[in-house]
């Protein structure tokens, strides 16, 4: 009775806890059996394709990262240092442009604020690929192709990392700035010493997206860098050229391993600020 009476009570518990677990099993089986693999060599994979982990008598092996790093086909080095280049100084800039415009709508007052807020929220609707074309035709315009600014300049303006961090802004004390002015302190004080501080979370939040979409970035890259030096291409274009080469079986062991080169650097990233994601996300939505 009382084995029934607690399964009685915890139904609700155990079935989420399944769900849980079927979710995860399903999101991480795939990385799992990607990640045991890129250790398996060319041979043991075309010989026994259906086993999850190195046959009998094979023993694991890091030939596939090996030649990855060290094949002159594959300059895995440059394309990592290039893909971290660019995500780094695109992160850097777009929170700085973002952070600024925030502040002069929350804290500024000036007229048409909303209207011109609300019309840059009305730009979202436009699809991405139908500006590809004329920022392309300004990069090329400017001969900024077959360079790095030509990945960064394009992505300094998103109106959904402004909108996320005006709606942090909106719940900083107004208090606090009005006080930092009377006691004499210019806006770009207030600015770094009283919204910066407070509104970390929001940035930091926003920075791992941005970082993230400028890292997974395939098509601009491809369309700015597609016939620059190789050496110049980041991890995605090398990525899918690698993946474009090795069609064969034998070399699924050298795609996964470059697939899970590739996801190293945004996972150090994702642990450093997973503390802040659910904080600043949770306080987006509180005005004052």
Known sequence: MRKRSWLSRNKARL??????????????????????????????????????????????TFENYIE???????????????????????????????????????FFR??????????????????????????????VAMDLNKTIWGLILPGLCGVYGLFLVRQFFLGIPIDLVENARIDGAS?????RKVVLPLG???????????????????????LVLGRADPKQWTLTIGLAKVIEGNQTFSNVGIQLACAIISMVPVLILFLIVQDRIVEGVAMTGIKR
């Not at 677990?21 to 999101?27: D, H, P, S």
């Not at 806006?187 to 600015?191: C, G, K």
């Open 187 to 191: 806006n770009f004080t207030i600015f």
């Open 15 to 60: 079935f989420s806890t399944v769900v849980l677990l079927a979710v995860c099993f399903v999101i991480l089986f795939p990385l799992v059996w990607g990640l045991v693999t890129s250790f398996r060599d060319g041979l043991d994979l075309q010989g026994h394709p259906s086993d999850f982990f190195p046959s009998k008598g094979e023993a694991w």
């Open 68 to 106: 990855i790093f060290t094949s002159e086909e594959y300059p895995v080095g440059n394309w990592i240092l290039n893909s971290f280049l660019v995500s780094t100084l695109t992160t850097v800039f777009y929170l700085t442009i973002i952070s600024f415009a925030a502040y002069a709508f929350v």
């Open 110 to 139: 000036f007229r048409f604020r909303n209207a011109l807020f609300y019309f840059l929220l009305a730009t979202m609707t436009v699809p991405g690929i139908v500006l590809t074309a004329p920022q392309f035709t300004n990069i």
């Open 200 to 222: 970390k979370s929001a940035l930091l939040v926003e920075g791992l997206f941005s970082f993230l979409g400028s890292w997974n970035d395939l098509q601009w890259a491809q």
